[in-house]
């Protein structure tokens, strides 16, 4: 069964960084695009960026660039997101997402889900 499982969202303050982790099993990395998304309360769920299976990236916050980094290790089937220098519109639930092996800003464009990890920025 094909899963990913999202980890490392928390209590940060405002400034602070965090890693988050998405773990696939099931199947493997090397043949997926991951994307990372979050979702603020109230809001539409939007792209971050996204890790092609060849290991290329895209970006799609354009506005913050450069405090998101995404990376991936496909010996350990998981990708990972970097934040550095959070602020309090960072709050939401944060997202990663599988597809074929070409990366998409949409999240309607992605078959395979995570349940989300929270990450609240906040004094």
């Known amino acids: 069964q094909l899963q990913l499982v999202e980890s490392g969202g928390g209590l940060v303050q405002p400034g602070g960084s965090l890693r988050l982790s998405c773990v696939a099993s099931?199947?493997?990395?090397?043949?997926?695009?991951i994307g990372w998304f979050r979702q603020a309360p109230g809001k539409e769920r939007e792209g971050i960026s996204c890790?092609?299976?060849?290991?290329?990236?895209?970006t799609y916050l354009h506005s913050e660039k450069g405090r998101f980094t995404i990376s991936r290790d496909n010996l350990k089937n998981t990708v990972y997101l970097q934040i550095h220098s959070l602020k309090p519109e960072d709050t939401g639930i944060y997202y990663c997402a599988a597809r074929g092996r070409v990366c998409y800003s949409r999240w309607e464009g992605y078959d395979y889900w995570g349940q989300g990890t929270p990450v609240t920025v906040s004094s």
């Open positions: 890790s092609y299976s060849s290991g290329g990236i895209s």
């Open positions: 099931g199947f493997t990395l090397d043949y997926y695009a």
